[in-house]
Each structure stands twice: as structure tokens, then as C-alpha cells.
């Protein structure tokens, strides 16, 4: 497959081709500038008309397929909230990939979602990055486990206060959190203990502990919900006293304390900003909030948290954004090349390079509109 005549948006180097064409198959072959080999021109060709030819689109939170559309209690598998800590769940087990929403994130040239359980827990389950087209979703993996989610804040503390339970505060939510990571760590102690000596047996299985296991190599990051500026510092003390790579997911308070999260090297998936302010916490909730931090020098992503800012209005979020003082490109760069970062999958999406995944999005100019019309969708190189 060959596209010509289009507008390159990169998220890698040379950020920008003016008038650029680009050669796949399953994956990127080879891109350029001005007139394409004719090499390239055996196969199909498309003219792009002047269109803009981006990588497909990712965000990096959602609970997409796992709080299905037009459903209540029976399409609602986010929070297993039985117990507290359930780090051994799997969001993989509950997403249905015949949701309506999938075909919603492809119409808006989203080809790639991280999709996580609820924040209800301190512990919820493991995160999963798929692909936004197919009918199973082992064939739709990109990563899987590709991140921890934690949470913080009113979330927990109101599920089990509702339930007379602990945790009821943000210490108990803290402590439970500390009290599995030192666990785990225990458990991985002991079995390299055993691994090394022959007469030492190992401890025995423990499939919360072993969920953990990633995490604490340091393969997978821990994605910590956190909304309040207090709650953020808890989530990056936790994470640094057990040596986690970790994310801060939402970071709506982010924009109070943007310059010493800049300095502590964090991380964050901002939003969702399209939505109300529907609980306490959310009260210095801004659209600036992004921009903020980016000046300040956070690295960020930008998340819908879908279904609480339907996934298919990724790309107003992201104009939404720039228009409030978030640099064009790194509005770009936060919904494809950061969020591949982010979730350790950079190495095959996010970015127009070759040998990446072909999956790119085609808009029109759009110079009348917020956000550009999408022309067309690949996703492995399929046209979806």
C-alpha cells in the first residue's frame, strides 16, 4: 500500500513532511518527502489529496469494552470490589471486543487503548494495551500486563466506607497498598532464596504475589489514580519506597504542583477534562491543567478515562488542550508517541517509523473546524 500526496505528522523525526508519502504492509516500509520510488508503485496507491497522515491514535486510560455501552450492572465488569486488593485481576478477562465503542475509537482514528479496571480498589488489576479492531481480544494484544493500576483518594475510601469496611481513609487505603507490596516483595525474596540453593523449598504459591512479580522487576509501571495534590505525592512516596516506575493517572490537581512534579521526573495520563466536576476531589479540575504541566516540563499523555468522556472525542481533548496553552506537537505526541511510551509499547506504535506497526489515521485539512474529519484508518495495515 502506497499514500501520496499527504501532510506527515511523525511524532518521531523529521516531525513534519510538507508534502510526504508513506509504504506499508502489516508495517511501516519507508517514508519520505516529495515524490515516492517507483518501487513503492506496484500496489495499491492512494491519492491523499493534501489530507494529514498521522500515527493512529492511543489513550493511555480507558475502561473501554469492560464498562460496555448502553448496559448497566450486566456490562459492568470495571470494579471487583469484594476486597480490597486484587492486584491478580485480569482487565483482559472482562472486555467485550464486540462493544459498540471499539467501532467509535476507529471512526476517530484511535487504534490503540490502554484498558484498565476501576479505580474502586487500592489494588484493581492488571492494565492491558490493545489493538481497536477485532473480534478476539488475545489476537488484539499489544501488551499484556502493561501496567499495575493503584488508586488513591475518594474512590476507595467511599466504596468501602459504603460498605463498613476498611479502607474508610487515605492512610488505610496507603497502608493496604504498602502492606501487599512489602508481601510481594517477600514472596520474590524467598523464591530466589529457593532458586539458589536447592535445599531451601520455595514459598508457596500465591497468585496476588505473583501479579506482583512484574512490578517489582521493574517490567511494568504502576499506574497510580490520583486526583488531589496530596494523593499525587502519596502515590510517587509509595512508589519510591518500593523502586516502582510509576505513572500519575489523571493528575487533576497537577497544575498546583507542576514544577515539583517536573523536578521529581514524573510522569503523567491527564484527564478526562471534558466531563463535570462530579465529586470534591475534582474541584480544581481545568482544561489548563495540561498545559501547565508540559511548560513545567512533566511528561504527559492524555486519557478520555472512557466511558466518563466517550472515547471518540480523544482528539477534541486534544484540541481542547492546545487551544488552552498545550504546544501543538506535544498535543500530538500526547496521544500517540507518550502514551506507546508510557504503557511500554513504543517499540511498536505511537510513531511513523519503519518497522512500526502500520497503523495511521487520515484526516482532511480541517482549517474550519476544532478537530479534523477522518478520511480513512489502518490498523496493522488494514484498512478498518
Known sequence: MLIKNVKLYTASH??????????????????GEGEPPADYADGEVLDGR??????GLIDAHTHLGICEDSLGFEGDDCNEDSEPVMPHLRALDAIN??????????????????IAPGSANPIGGQICVLKTSGIRVDDM??????????????????????????????????????????????YADDLAEAAADDEIDEPEYDMKNEALLPLLRGEIAAHFHAHRAD????????????????????????????DRLAELGAAAIVGPNLCDRSKPELREQTVDNPGILAKAGVKLALTTDHPVTPLEYLPLCAAMARDRGLDAMEALRAVTIVPAELLGVADRIGSIEVGKDADLALFDGGVNRLTPRVEAVWIGGKKV
Do not use: Q
Not at 471486543?97 to 490502554?114: E, K, L, M, S, Y
Open 50 to 55: 493534501g489530507g494529514i497522515l498521522t500515527p
Open 14 to 31: 523529521p516531525a513534519v513532511i510538507e508534502r510526504g508519502w508513506i509504504a506499508f504492509d502489516e508495517t511501516i516500509r519507508a517514508f
Open 231 to 258: 494523593d499525587i505525592f502519596t502515590a510517587i512516596r509509595i512508589a519510591n519506597e518500593f523502586n516502582l516506575r510509576y505513572v500519575l493517572v489523571h493528575c487533576t490537581e497537577g497544575h498546583l504542583i507542576a
Open 141 to 186: 494484544i499489544v501488551k499484556e500486563p502493561a501496567a499495575i493500576k493503584f488508586a488513591l483518594g475518594e474512590n476507595p475510601k467511599s466504596t468501602y466506607h459504603g460498605k463498613n469496611a476498611s479502607p474508610v481513609t487515605r492512610m488505610a487505603t496507603a497502608a493496604l497498598i504498602r502492606e501487599t507490596l512489602a508481601k510481594a516483595k517477600r
Open 97 to 114: 471486543p464486540f462493544d459498540r465503542c471499539f467501532a467509535d475509537a476507529r471512526a476517530a482514528g484511535i487504534t490503540a487503548a490502554a
